[in-house]
T-cell receptor, first 113, second 113 residues
Framework: DSGVTQTPKHLITATGQRVTLRCSPR?????VYWYQQSLDQGLQFLIQYYNGEERAKGNILERFSAQQFPDLHSELNLSSLELGDSALYFC????????????FGQGTRLTVV | ELKVEQNPLFLSMQEGKNYTIYCNYSTTSDRLYWYRQDPGKSLESLFV?????AVKQEGRLMASLDTKARLSTLHITAAVHDLSATYFC?????????????FGKGTKLSVKP
């Protein structure tokens, strides 16, 4: 158990819908990273938050957004979903902004139908 | 733009044999990571390589980094079935966020008795 908790584990939704994925980092970790793993694109970095503030952006679509709350949990919001958004979404956490994303959650498998 | 290329993408080995997975990256990177992923599971951090000539070993796995050649290798010694998994290397662009990793496509390793 990495200590990083993601919910839900599985999500099936229709095109055009909006979903929210949740991540609780390890106790004491201030940095949260989101990644997408799909068959087409492989593993891609989406976005990083540190102590409530956005720190880095990767290949995150404009339809996607994230935030980190005062209790340090993070949410990834995906809207106007398309079939191609079907993927495994991971979050990872580390202690500080320069920390290695070493601890990953179990992921949320999103299927868009 | 940093690109990361792994080879081979598929590797079928017999138990007891040795093999090497190669990870080439296209531009300078100030650190290199290796991860393991079991089917349907999350990523597990194996190694972080920080400098030219770095070598790290854990059990039957040994990783090394040659920044001049922009090459990292993951060497497997006397493979056992438990090592069957997909192995990813990832590089961090110079100056980028720690989480802004560029991943290779992964090497799916199957160790057969």
């Amino acid at each position: 158990d990495s200590g990083v908790t993601q919910t839900p584990k599985h999500l099936i939704t229709a095109t055009g819908q909006r979903v929210t994925l949740r991540c609780s980092p390890r106790s004491g970790d201030l940095s949260v990273y989101w990644y997408q793993q799909s068959l087409d694109q492989g593993l891609q970095f989406l976005i990083q938050y540190y102590n409530g503030e956005e720190r880095a952006k990767g290949n995150i679509l404009e339809r996607f957004s994230a935030q980190q709350f005062p209790d340090l949990h993070s949410e990834l919001n995906l809207s106007s979903l398309e079939l191609g958004d079907s993927a495994l979404y991971f979050c990872a956490s580390s202690t500080w902004t320069g920390g290695v994303p070493a601890f990953f959650g179990q992921g949320t498998r999103l299927t868009v139908v | 733009e940093l690109k990361v290329e792994q080879n081979p993408l598929f590797l079928s080995m017999q138990e007891g044999k040795n093999y090497t997975i190669y990870c080439n990256y296209s531009t300078t990177s100030d650190r290199l990571y290796w991860y393991r992923q079991d089917p349907g599971k999350s990523l597990e951090s194996l190694f972080v390589l920080l400098s030219n000539g770095a070598v790290k070993q854990e059990g039957r796995l040994m990783a090394s980094l040659d920044t001049k050649a922009r090459l990292s290798t993951l060497h497997i010694t006397a493979a056992v079935h438990d090592l069957s998994a997909t192995y990813f290397c990832a590089a961090k662009p110079d100056g980028g966020s720690q989480g802004n990793l560029i991943f290779g496509k992964g090497t799916k390793l199957s160790v057969k008795p």
